[in-house]
């Protein structure tokens, strides 16, 4: 069984940053493609970030590019998303998620394990 636990959210001013981190158990960790997705209130579950196993791939949400970094250190089993110039708009709960692939995926059917969420909220 794969646990995910996710830490580092809270509350920041728009304009700043958080780095979030997800730490998970299981030794299939570096053999599988990460995600994160987040969700807001009355609103579905959006993809956020994803790398490949290795950490030689990534993809972004149009919304996020260029503000987030989605990175990981294999030796830690930990995924890592650096979340600079937070908007408003970027409140939500985020999830990390490993996939059941080895490349990035965008969709979250491609995951098979979720973490339990932590809860991001920017301030105007």
């Known amino acids: 069984q794969v646990q995910l636990v996710e830490s580092g959210g809270g509350l920041v001013q728009a304009g700043g940053s958080l780095r979030l981190s997800c730490a998970a158990s299981g030794r299939t960790f570096i053999n599988n493609a990460m995600g994160w997705f987040r969700q807001a209130p009355g609103k579905e579950r959006e993809f956020v970030a994803a790398?490949?196993?290795?950490?030689?791939?990534?993809a972004y949400a149009d919304s996020v590019k260029g503000r987030f970094t989605i990175f990981r250190d294999n030796a830690k089993n930990t995924v890592y998303l650096q979340m600079n110039s937070l908007k408003p708009e970027d409140t939500a709960a985020y999830y990390c998620?490993?996939?059941?692939?080895?490349?990035?995926?965008?969709?979250?059917?491609?995951?098979?394990?979720w973490g339990q969420g932590t809860q991001v909220t920017v301030s105007s």
């Open positions: 790398i490949s196993f290795g950490g030689g791939s990534t």
């Open positions: 998620a490993r996939a059941a692939t080895v490349g990035v995926m965008t969709s979250e059917d491609k995951y098979n394990y």
